[in-house]
């Protein structure tokens, strides 16, 4: 009875000591594993396990170094971007008609019967003293009125104009067509003196054709050389 006893409890403890020892090998491997799937990546970076954990030294390394080069790049753009602008060059030219003055005068003409002088206004441009006068004499050949008669004809040509020291030259060439008789002569005179003498830098008047002083314009009225307000 006794034997069989002691056999009993031989049998639990060896089932308990066979119970315990097969309990170990289970967890052996997962600590081995563990250890073993820890790995040192390239860029200082560990990966365990498939997930990659990131040193907060090396990352911040890389983070700082990222903005630099962004900052110089953005200071080269600037600086190439100012470079351009400031090397460009306006090649744009003003407009001369800008620069063209405009003036009402005074223009003086007959009737068709010349029996006295009329006085009218005309709009002309410029763009210097001497086109003033080229177009105030031009102002007395052209009448868009038919009661107003210009005494100066288109036949004849302004050839050159000079203003010096208050003194104003006209020189003209007068074909026979543009003569006129004793009393248009005088009209004519007096057109243009009074025609002229409204610009108050003008202080005497010479009137040459072909460049020569004449006694008299058409052959009637003698002609001062030069003409002054005061005769």
Known sequence: MNKKIWIA???????????????????????????????QTGNGATEVDGQVITDPTTAGSD??????????????????????????VSTDKPSTSDSKEKKSIEV??????????????????????????????ASLQQSKDEKLVPLWSKDIELKSVQFKDGALTLDIHMPDTARLGAGGESFAIDALKQTFF?????????????????????GHVDLEHPMTRSN
């Open 63 to 88: 983070d700082n170094t990222t903005p630099s080069n962004s900052a110089n790049g953005s200071s080269e753009g600037t600086t190439s971007s100012g470079g351009a602008s400031s090397g460009e």
């Open 198 to 218: 409204q610009f108050d830098e003008v202080k005497s008047l010479d009137l040459l054709v072909d460049g020569k002083s004449t006694e008299s314009l058409m």
């Open 9 to 39: 409890v031989l049998l639990v403890t060896v089932m308990a000591v066979a119970a315990g020892c097969g309990s170990k090998p289970t967890a052996a491997p997962n600590q081995t594993q563990g250890a073993g799937s820890e790995t």
């Open 108 to 137: 003086f003409y007959t009737d068709p019967e010349e029996l006295e002088l009329h006085k009218a206004s005309a709009e002309i441009t410029f763009a210097s003293e001497d086109d003033k006068y080229k177009e105030a004499f």
